[in-house]
């Protein structure tokens, strides 16, 4: 089969034939029909996110059908149509027994971080990550619910939103839209954080309350002025440079919370008695647990969720992808189609 392969940081990827995967016991094989592109996946080219295995397909966003049902699965399964559940947890560790597969200290795979993932015609998973997907949801808008929506369910809860609070959403991408709907469905005050006017606008149609020009205007001292003076009682921390990361600290209310989830080379830096006399909190969210995928893709079936996608490539012209997205010029999700 063909795949795109990663040989680790500041290599180029390379779309190469490969053989295609045999599922083993317990485990289902999946035709691709779309997969995401993630930020994430940028960061395994330029050596930032480097766990170390190559070569690797990349690619955690999987959308597809069933084709192949390994020993001891139902073949009733073939011919589902499904999204995979990048994560494949021990099941017996104290993080997988409390449903926190994400968190697993003895990871059995991951696919496109350190297992094949979805930027390929076929990819393995064990059968009980393949999530069934609604017939009312076309493939390419499914396949970035696998990260990025379920990425934004996972960091909400972290965050424990509840109404009324004023909500930022620091950069309007793939997981930022997700947020800012996520947001809006617990009624808070939404306002969104970009530096491109098409992204923003995109941000207000999804139900942001109040958007932000970083290139334009001062973050903090808007956050302080649409919040009255009090500040973000959330802010969801999708850029992860210094000057956003500042910015975010100093449009911090009292009692707020800053919630992680982008990130770049720069480090934070914070006095503490910043937090101390505010009674901040810090929160690190990383990826999802499998029921937060099932939630999502309610959330989706249900239209309480929309997926905005930028454009679908296919996978030969994945290069187009991956710079569209480096450049910031996509509003919404690129999806790869084989
Ligand atoms: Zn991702
Ligand atoms: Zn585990």
Known sequence: MKAVRYHGPNRSLELEEVPTPVASSGEVLIRIAAAGICRTDLHFLSGLLN?????LTLGHEIAGTIEEAGPGIDKALIGNRVIAYYYTGCQNCEYCRRGMENLCANLKGQNGFI????????????????????????FQTAAPIGCSLTTAVHASRLARLAQGENVVVYGVGGVGYSLVQMARLHGANVIGVGRT???LAKARELGADHTIN???QNVA?????????????????????????????????????????????DSFSVHPIQLVITEAKVIGSVGNSLDELYEAVSLVESGKIQIVIDRTVTMDRFDEGLKALSDGKAVGKI???P
């Open 335 to 337: 999806v790869l189609l």
């Open 115 to 138: 297992t094949d993932g979805g930027y390929a015609e076929y990819v393995k998973v064990s059968a009980r990550n393949a999530v069934p997907l609604p017939d009312s949801i076309s």
């Open 221 to 265: 001292d808007e956050v302080r002025r649409i919040t009255n003076g009090k500040g973000a009682d959330v802010i969801f921390e999708l850029v992860g440079v210094l000057e956003s990361m500042d910015n975010s600290v100093r449009s911090l209310a009292k009692r707020g919370r800053i919630v992680f989830i982008g990130y770049s080379r």
């Open 214 to 216: 970083a290139r334009e």
């Open 197 to 199: 006017p098409a992204k």
């Open 51 to 55: 766990l170390g295995v190559s070569p």
